[in-house]
């Protein structure tokens, strides 16, 4: 019944780890989160009465295909302020998240075989996305060696007559690495015509070097960006899609068909995360960076290897070869022996195998007592 796109999907690990967490939480045992890519903190409370007071106004129908007008500016005027590029709301469609930005994207962009190039380890979802929309991901291996970057060289060899794109993140999940401005440069002109997808979800979470966007190197490029991870919005669903101006009209004509359009007082609360104070968002990110450093200090210490300390998004890609080759069965062995959660490197392709990955989207506290657990453990 089911179609072959879909038949063999694999699960989002992380996700399968957070449900067995709580299961384990529901038998009363106490767990230490360090699986799951979710801020801890709340949404900041003028972004929440910007929602309510949209919805006690009334504003609770449909709002244009690609998004109330006002917020497209605002996202037009954060790009400019930030990396000082020019995007017209007219390039920009709203979504429901990230996610839902990637689906209708890959979807309008995808035929059958069509290659999407991307590198590996990589956001565990994206082949998946790819795979169902009909295409193919074209995996770039990349390791510790190169410090987990994408490499103009190799991304050369790899575009052939099917390539249909090339899908880069950064800061990226799960290595927190950030590729700076010259990688970017260098990626942008081996791409020639190839268009890139820049999938820049983590921005503004860099905590050493530059946050960059693609745009400031190339005008050929669909961006893909969100409020979950830096304003700690993750159930709101709100992202969006900025394309290059000829591609807009299809993009939209497939959105009003596929979601018609996004939530109206989400999309308040985008506005006032954007326009509004500040303050709260610049302290999380400090928190995040003062718990980086505290957890790979800490995980050095049991053995752990990092030889690229992450720099950006709230992730610590550690070689853990030296206590189990397979990360499925020692993040298992982890959660059930001691009550750690933490994600198998699995999830983000073979290049992450023998890897583990750690969120620092918890309070220092939590980490404390899950570094203190593995010690004891691993030690
Ligand atoms: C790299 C990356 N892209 C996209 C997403 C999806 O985000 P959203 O909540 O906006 O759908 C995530 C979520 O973890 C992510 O890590």
Redesign the pocket.
């Known amino acids: 019944m089911l179609s072959d796109k879909v038949a063999n999907i694999p699960p989002f690990y992380v996700m399968e780890v957070l449900e067995r967490a709580q299961q384990l939480e529901e038998e009363g045992r106490d767990i230490i989160h360090l699986e799951i890519?979710e801020p801890d903190f709340p949404t900041a409370s003028h972004i929440c009465d910007a929602a309510k007071e949209a919805m006690c106004a009334g504003n609770t129908k449909y709002t244009h295909s690609q998004g109330l007008i006002e917020l497209r500016q605002a996202i037009s005027r954060n790009y400019k302020g930030r990396f000082d590029v020019d995007v017209d709301p007219a390039q920009i469609i709203v979504t429901s998240?990230?996610?839902?930005a990637?689906l209708l994207l890959f979807l309008a962009m995808i035929d059958a075989g069509d290659e999407i190039i991307m590198s590996n380890p990589h956001?565990a979802?994206y082949p998946n996305f790819v795979r169902t929309a009909g295409g193919v991901p074209d995996f770039i291996y990349t390791n510790e060696d190169n410090g987990f970057m994408l490499q103009a060289d190799d991304l050369a060899a790899h575009i052939n007559s099917e390539t249909k794109a090339i899908l880069i993140?950064s800061p990226?999940?799960p290595t927190g690495q950030v590729l700076s401005a010259e990688t970017l440069m260098e990626i942008a002109q081996v791409a020639g015509d190839v268009p890139i997808i820049s999938?820049e979800?983590?921005q503004g979470l860099v905590y050493e070097g530059e946050d960059h966007t693609i745009l400031e190197y190339t005008d050929n490029a669909f961006v893909?960006n969100?409020?979950?991870?830096l304003y700690a919005m993750?159930g709101w669903?709100?992202?969006y899609l900025i394309s290059p101006k000829k591609y807009i009209r299809t993009l939209q004509k497939v959105q009003q068909n596929l979601f018609i359009s996004t939530n109206t007082f989400v999309q308040y609360a985008g506005i006032a995360a954007l326009e509004g104070p500040q303050e709260q968002t610049q302290e999380m990110v400090r928190t995040y960076n003062e718990r980086r450093l505290y957890l790979i200090g800490r995980l050095r210490e049991i053995g752990f290897d990092i030889r690229n300390e992450p720099k950006g998004a709230y992730y610590v890609l550690a070689d853990a070869r030296k206590f189990g080759e397979e990360s499925l069965a020692l993040s298992r062995q982890i959660l059930e022996d001691i009550g750690v959660a933490i994600t198998p490197g699995i999830d983000f392709g073979q290049g992450a195998e023998g890897h583990l990955r750690f969120s620092y989207a918890n309070s220092l506290e939590n980490i404390k007592e899950g570094m203190d657990r593995l010690e004891k453990y691993l030690m």
Not at 97 to 100: A, K, L, R
Not at 226 to 229: I, N, V
């Open positions: 890519g998240g990230t996610s839902s990637m956001y979802c993140n990226s999940n999938d979800i983590y893909l969100g409020f979950s991870k993750t669903r709100l992202g």
